[in-house]
């Protein structure tokens, strides 16, 4: 699961055309569910171009094998021998999220993740898992929502985990050079913030946040801006509350 994982990241990493998107559903209960899309049909296009026949079931292999309907962290890990893991808190969460391929004419076309109906106690939880096992997840995940109110820290306006991860996988690059890949190749990144119950009110503003329905938000991320110390915006609260009916 793990090579399965830096597979898909450097498929973010290397598309020129990348797009990621990203759907966070606020649930009446206080929980919510999230999912993050990647296509990957050109990286593997030209990955697959690029790389002899000798060594394309060697390198590709683990891709073709991830199945193409949702199945848990959990039991990728336990079908491939791989669980290491007791303790009951990591074992949890990791029957949340979920991993699949998408296949285009029985090839490999793209990775979606998925985090289910999660909780307060599951995101402590997640912070924790995370700290041993870097999932390139939605910063925005961790904002806080009671089941009516959500409350947006637009610090988590940031691709840090995707980052982090990247980061750890590529043998430590430096900072600067990390930001200055991300800027290059990444394309349209935006999350979307979907709610159940109809939207009451907004306080606050942010350049990358607007409204699009009576149940949803969007954020389409200014790489350039995101990297830039200098980069002037016409609002850029640090707080932003949206009241559900």
């Not at 990493?13 to 569910?33: G, P, R, V, W």
């Not at 990144?189 to 938000?217: M, Y």
Request: neutral net charge; contains cysteine.
């Amino acid at each position: 699961m793990k090579k399965t994982i830096v597979l898909f990241l450097i498929s973010l990493f290397m598309l020129q055309s990348c797009s990621i998107n990203s759907e966070i559903i606020y649930h009446k209960d206080a929980a919510s569910t999230s999912v993050t899309d990647i296509d990957t049909r050109e990286f593997m296009a030209e990955m697959k171009a690029m790389t002899p026949d000798s060594l394309k079931e060697k390198e590709f292999g683990d891709m073709d094998k991830l199945p193409t309907a949702w199945t848990s962290i959990y039991d990728l890990e336990k079908q491939e021998g791989k669980l290491k893991t007791t303790n009951p808190d990591s074992i949890r969460i990791m029957k949340k999220i979920f991993m699949k391929s998408k296949k285009e004419n029985n090839e490999p076309a793209g990775f979606s993740f998925k985090m289910e109906h999660f909780v307060s106690e599951d995101y402590k939880a997640l912070e924790n898992f995370t700290k041993h096992e870097k999932l390139p997840l939605d910063q925005n995940i961790f904002n806080n929502w009671d089941g009516k109110t959500l409350t947006i820290n637009t610090d988590n306006f940031n691709l840090k985990n995707i980052e982090e991860t990247l980061r750890t996988k590529s043998l430590k690059e430096e900072t600067e050079k990390i930001e200055g890949m991300m800027t290059m190749f990444f394309k349209n990144i935006g999350t979307t913030l979907k709610f159940e119950n109809k939207i009451k009110s907004i306080s606050g503003k942010h350049d990358w946040l607007k409204q699009v329905d009576d149940h949803s938000l969007r954020i389409e991320y200014d790489l350039k801006a995101m990297y830039d110390q200098d980069a002037k915006f016409k609002n850029a609260d640090k707080k932003i509350v949206i009241v559900t009916e």
